[in-house]
């Protein structure tokens, strides 16, 4: 499977971005898939994961209620709406997909470029 994410940028605190995440070269629907982000000088970190299905959705409390994922397999790829975001959303966000992947970053088996999403206070 290859991922390529895009829709990263700059925007102010308080604003939206949607990520995106195209597959390609396998089975979509196979996968578990998420968003995981690492800011400068720290550790890769869970964001969201949404199952094979595009039935249950899990969240980091830090992105609760702000962040939503979601898949369409008939296009082969997966979004994360981010709202109301803050300077500490600031990260490099990464997408991966994992026949069962779900929260845990080493059970991901298929990584994407990363885009970098900056916001300004």
């Known amino acids: 499977v290859q991922l390529q994410a895009s829709g990263g940028g700059l925007v102010q605190a308080g604003g939206s971005l949607r990520l995106s995440c195209a597959a390609s070269g396998s089975t979509f629907s196979r996968y578990d898939m998420g968003w995981f982000r690492q800011a400068p000088g720290k550790e890769r970190e869970f964001v969201a994961a949404i199952n094979w299905r595009g039935r249950s959705t899990v969240y980091a409390d830090s992105v609760k209620g702000r962040f939503t994922i979601s898949r369409d397999s008939a296009k082969n790829t997966m979004y994360l709406q981010m709202n109301s975001l803050k300077p500490e959303d600031t990260a490099v966000y990464y997408c991966?997909?994992?026949?069962?992947?779900?929260?845990?970053?080493?059970?991901?088996?298929?990584w994407g470029q990363g885009t970098q999403v900056t916001v300004s206070s």
């Open positions: 991966a997909a994992g026949v069962a992947g779900w929260t845990v970053r080493t059970e991901y088996d298929y």
